[in-house]
C-alpha cells in the first residue's frame, strides 16, 4: 500500500508555512485541471548498494504513481549524480530509471527536464527517447494558472562566483569533446570519484544554497515578478510565502522522498511514503 501525505511538518523557513489559500487576490487565468508532479535530486549512481535500491525501487514506483494519476511529470535536476551521452552508449546502471521514464513518456504523461548541476551533459539522448523537453535554462510557464519560474536552483544568482566560472568551463564544448574522447569506464570512474570529492562539506553547502534560493525567491517574489517560484538542488524541502508569492524547494528524492505537486491552482509539496 502506498500514500502520499502532504509535508508540512518538517517545513523549516523564516517566512510563514501556508495552511489556507496564500494568493487569494491572484485571479485565476486557467485553473488547468492539470496534475503535475515534479521531483529532483534523486542523484541516482551515488549511493552504496542499499540506499541506492531503495531510491531506484521508490523512484519506479513514483512513475507508475505519476502514469495512473498524472498529466505531466516535471524532473528539476540531478536526477543522476553522473549523466554523460556518449555517441553510441548509455550508462546501464541506470536502465531501470531510463525504462520507468521511456514508458511513462509512452503513456502520454508530458515529461520536462530540467538539467541540473550533475545531469547537464546530454546531446540528444533524453529528448528524442525519454522525455518530452529538455530544458537547460531556468524557464517562467503558466502552470496551476499561475506564473511559475522553475529552476534546477544552482548558479541563480551572482552570489556564487567561483563555482559560475567552474560551470562555464565543465560546459563549455571543447571540455564536452575532450571528456567524450575518454573511455567510458573511466570517464564514470573520473565523475564518481569527483563527485565523492564535492561531497566533503556537503550539509554546509547545501545549508549556503538553501539560503541564497531563498534569498532569492524573497526578492523576485515580494517584487511580484512571479507567482511561484519552484527549485531543488539545496536538498531541503521547504513551502515558505513571501509577499503574494509561494517559493517551494521540492527537496531530494536521496533522503526526504519529497517531491511538488500542482492540482487546482495549488502548489504543495508532499511527502513519499511506502508501507
Ligand atoms: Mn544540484
Redesign the pocket.
Known sequence: MRYDTVYFNMVKSPGKARTTDPNPDIPEMDAGGEKIFIIS?AHLGADDGAAESVKREGLIRFFEHVRKNGDRLIIL??LFDFWFEYRYMIDFIHFPVLAGLWQTRRSGVRIDYYL???DYWTSGFLSSELVTHVRKTPHCEVIGGKKALLA???GLTGDEKGYLLMRRILRHPVTYYLFRLLHPDVGAWLARRTSMVSRKGIERKRERSASILRNFARKALEAGEYDWIIV??SHQPELSSFGKGIYLNIGDWSEHFTYGMVKDGDVRLMKWEEC
Open positions: 535530486d535536476g540531478d541540473g548541476n550533475h534546477h536552483g544552482d531543488g538542488h
